[in-house]
């Protein structure tokens, strides 16, 4: 079993619609848990961080985490256009471990 | 602040020629990392160095080498490449080392190994 699961898509939606994307990781030592966005040609940049359970809010976008399901989400509310990129999700144990491991990322499309 | 810089941002190699992309960091992070992007794959890490001097494998580094003889600069070598070498390469870096890291990646640098 990979260390981080994510559904590749892609995903299309219309515009307006609330988004969910999601991962999945096996080991319980994860404490860190990112999304990065990445739009055509660019590299990636962060969008959310978090490290508790429970959610997270900035703007349109929700981070959530469920730590006893090894479980995480990204919610896009009233979905637009300009958030058609690739979705990373990217997870970190901390302490002397210095890697993050990422998803494989879902192709986003908002459509107009 | 430039953040991380790559280049060359695009290159072709013919196969079993060498060379060597860059990365420049302004931020003095501490770590630096290469990846490797391909289509289904998603990222994998090659080398990352967690401080100036040091470097170590990741996911898939042969047929590569890393330089890091400054804290500013992480260096990435192929010595003979190979069309399986085709990717987008990404340099990232971040302050400590840690998962509570935010990780600034560069722009990429596409190659192509015909």
């Known amino acids: 079993q990979k260390e981080v699961e994510q559904d590749p898509g892609p995903l299309s939606v219309p515009e307006g619609a609330i988004v969910s994307l999601n991962c999945t990781y096996s080991?319980?030592?994860?404490?860190?848990f990112m999304w990065y966005r990445q739009y055509s040609r660019k590299g990636p940049e962060l969008l959310m961080y978090?490290?508790?359970?429970g959610n997270k809010e900035d703007g349109r976008f929700t981070a959530q985490v469920d730590k006893s399901s090894k479980y995480i989400s990204l919610f896009i509310r009233d979905s637009q256009p300009s958030d058609s990129a690739t979705y990373l999700c990217?997870?970190?144990?901390?302490?002397?471990?210095?890697?993050?491991?990422f998803g494989k990322g879902t192709l986003l499309t908002v459509n107009p | 602040n430039a953040g991380v810089t790559q280049t060359p941002k695009f290159q072709v190699l013919k196969t079993g020629q060498s060379m060597t992309l860059q990365c420049a960091q302004d931020m003095n992070h501490n770590s630096m990392y290469w990846y490797r992007q391909d289509p289904g794959m998603g990222l994998r890490l090659i080398y990352y160095?967690?401080?100036?001097?040091?470097?170590d494998k990741g996911e898939v580094p042969d047929g590569y080498n890393v330089s890091r003889l400054k804290k500013q600069n992480f260096l990435l070598g192929l010595e003979s490449a190979a069309p399986s070498q085709t990717s987008v390469y990404f340099c990232?870096?971040?302050?400590?080392?840690?998962?509570?890291?935010?990780?600034?990646f560069g722009s990429g640098t596409r190659l192509t190994v015909v």
């Open positions: 080991n319980s030592a994860f404490q860190y």
């Open positions: 978090t490290y508790s359970s």
């Open positions: 160095s967690a401080s100036e001097g040091t470097t």
């Open positions: 990232a870096s971040s302050y400590v080392g840690g998962g509570e890291d935010v990780y600034t």
């Open positions: 990217a997870i970190g144990s901390g302490g002397s471990n210095y890697k993050l491991t």
